[in-house]
Nanobody, 114 residues
């Protein structure tokens, strides 16, 4: 049974940084493309960044040059380094496979505000 546990969110001022972490279990992690998604209030969940098992990355236009996705297959972990944060980055952030499984973790709240 897959489990996804996100952490690392918080309140940060515009221009600040956060590093999100996701621990995955119950799967053969290394074979899956993994992604980070976010969901802002009143909006649909959308893909922010993804990384294939081979290391190829994708970034939404809104985060290119600011966010970096990485993974550690030995630890079943995926990370999202977020720099130069903007108020519009405020959302709940989730990790999941890409394309996503039906199961979602609890997410981690990121709030960018002065």
């Amino acid at each position: 049974q897959v489990q996804l546990v996100e952490s690392g969110g918080g309140l940060v001022q515009p221009g600040g940084s956060l590093r999100l972490s996701c621990a995955a279990s119950g799967i053969i992690f290394s074979i899956y493309a993994m992604g980070w998604y976010h969901q802002a209030p009143g909006k649909q969940r959308e893909l922010v960044a993804s990384m294939t098992s081979g290391g190829r990355t994708y970034y939404a236009d809104s985060v290119k040059g600011r966010f970096t996705i990485s993974r550690d297959n030995a630890k079943n972990m995926v990370y999202l380094q977020m720099n130069s944060l903007k108020p519009e980055d405020t959302a709940v952030y989730y990790c999941n496979a890409h394309p996503p499984w039906n199961y979602w973790g609890q997410g981690t709240q990121v709030t960018v505000s002065s």
